[in-house]
């Protein structure tokens, strides 16, 4: 008896590869078509895209967000850090399409930014490969949960808000940022897969870094001739924070070992930095610096008692000596010491004195609001209660709906539950981040971890004296909980030896060839 046993060819599979890739490229090229409709639409009905380089860029970084989803979070995170609204005004990418000083201004209707055409393009983009792939999955790790049950608060604020007859326009302008956050961490847990994934991260966020501090050099000594007089601030309040991440992360490389490039590189990049650091005059940027180095003087006790004992104790005489010295300068290399003794000990009349008296005064508001709702808070879009007169700084827009202390903001926006939601989010995120930089291995991710953990400490800190909720450190918080989310579970991936794969695949091409020549015939 003679069996015949047909054994399918292999093109088979490949044929069903090739119809999706088709099918994949007809839907690219169906989007490219709608891409360019709608700008030939812009061109005849609003007028011509005023900035060709932007449209160049955005054109190219489309083409590679949607070769490598990944490099969208590169993109972001870098256009975002590196433009500052004070040291740039008309810098486009996190100001709206609709902003008249924006350079990338179109229409007044258009009422979205480049940044959240980013974020949405970078979702679709990733969905629709994953989709045409058949290769969808998600990760949602340790902060997928905490994350969604705050985004739901948020979501009740807006409802509860709106719906006892808060201002639209103000409610959905104060939670905007916010979604970047829970976005940006999705985003960033689902697309960053291989260790290097996060040393490139770190490379964009370092390098926009270092170009702030390069803009904010030539503003200081070009644009203000070295001088600050009568000059509150360079760049954004919360600029200060993230530079805070350059000087963290480079010693967190000397710490734990990490690469030898970037510790040459990244320091090259600190005294432009610096400067502008120091003319922002921001003081919970030095103070929230300051917790940070202590932590990480802890961590070298941990890890090497020896050198500590060899650097800490200098370093804290000098610091001591440094600030004795400078108590009663007033010129920019004493603003550190300012920052310490505006806190400690603030002049009578000074300018921190006043600044810290209006913060006295609104946390007595913002108390009083949160003890008249402290169940359901009073909701986006509603202004809080004053029952204690402020000093007047109605030339910001928002002073009777957003608060400086950002941490009871949330409480008094949100409810109580909110306020455990934030909390829990936050010091989860914290936690996961410590347990990485105990666990983990590699020098480089170790340093990554911790300077991601710190960032969220500092942030943090600063959010209990000044308005944190702003765009560019939503996103920036965001990614930074997405690494540290997904930064074990990627490094305890097995490392894959590509020369058994590369043997496997060329043995099956040869016996599918075979195969495919002939049917396979068994006498039994």
Request: overall charge neutral; glycine content about 8%; charged content about 10%.
């Amino acid at each position: 008896m003679i069996d015949t046993i047909f054994v399918e060819p292999h093109w088979a599979n490949i044929q069903a590869q090739q119809r999706r890739a088709a099918w994949y490229w007809r839907l690219w090229f169906v989007a490219l078509l709608g891409i360019t409709g709608a700008t030939i639409l812009f061109m005849l009905y609003v007028k011509p895209i005023p900035a060709p380089l932007g449209g160049v860029i955005f054109l190219g970084t489309v083409i590679a967000i949607a070769y490598r989803p990944r490099y969208g979070i590169y993109f972001i995170v870098f256009f975002s850090l590196v433009g500052d609204a004070s040291l740039l005004p008309s810098y486009p990418f996190v100001k709206n399409f609709s902003s008249a000083e924006s350079l990338l201004y179109i229409h007044s209707a258009l009422i979205f930014s480049p940044l959240e055409l980013y974020l949405v393009l970078i979702l679709v983009l990733w969905l629709g490969k994953g989709a045409m792939r058949r290769q969808l999955h998600f990760t949602t790790g340790v902060l997928f949960g905490p994350a969604l049950f705050f985004a739901l608060c948020l979501v009740f604020g807006i409802v509860y808000g709106l719906g006892t007859g808060g201002d639209a326009n103000v409610g959905l302008w104060e939670v905007r940022p916010i979604f970047y956050l829970l976005l940006g961490m999705f985003l960033t847990s689902n697309l960053l897969t291989k260790p290097e994934h996060f040393d490139h991260l770190f490379w964009a966020i370092m390098l926009a870094l270092g170009i702030e501090g390069i803009v904010g050099c030539h503003y200081y000594f070009v644009v203000l001739g070295g001088n600050l007089t009568g000059v509150d601030m360079i760049n954004e309040h919360s600029a200060s924070i993230h530079m805070n991440t350059l000087f963290i992360y480079v010693m967190a490389l000397w710490l734990y070992r990490g690469s030898r490039v970037k510790q040459v590189v990244l320091p090259l990049l600190m005294p432009a930095v610096m400067i502008t650091y120091i003319a922002a005059q921001r003081r919970a940027a030095f103070l929230s610096l300051g917790i940070a180095l202590v932590i990480m003087a802890i961590l070298l006790y941990r890890e090497n008692r020896r050198l500590f004992w060899i650097i800490v104790p200098m370093v804290g005489l000098v610091g001591t000596l440094y600030i004795g010295a400078f108590w009663n300068s007033q010129g920019a290399l004493g603003l550190p010491a300012q920052a310490v003794r505006s806190v400690i000990a603030p002049q009578e009349g000074s300018e921190d004195e006043m600044s810290n008296l209006y913060r006295v005064l609104e946390n007595i508001n913002v108390s009083f609001t949160i003890h008249a709702a402290p169940l359901t808070g009073v909701g986006f879009g509603q202004k809080f209660y004053i029952v204690r007169p402020m000093p007047d700084i109605s030339f910001f827009v928002w002073w009777e709906y957003i608060t400086h202390n950002s941490i009871l903001w949330i409480w008094m926006k949100t409810g109580a539950v909110g306020f455990i939601a934030m909390v829990f989010l936050v010091g989860f995120s914290i936690m996961t981040g410590a347990r990485a930089v105990m666990r983990l291995e590699d020098g480089n991710l170790r340093a990554m971890a911790l300077t991601g953990a710190l960032y969220i400490v500092m942030h943090f800190l600063y959010a209990y004296v000044d308005m944190s909720w702003d765009t560019q450190s939503m996103l920036y918080l965001g990614v930074t909980m997405g690494m540290l989310n997904c930064i074990e579970s990627v490094a305890a991936q097995p490392v894959k030896d590509p020369q058994p794969q590369l043997a496997q695949v060329a043995a099956a091409h040869i016996w599918g060839q075979r195969i495919a020549r002939q049917p396979v015939a068994e006498a039994i």
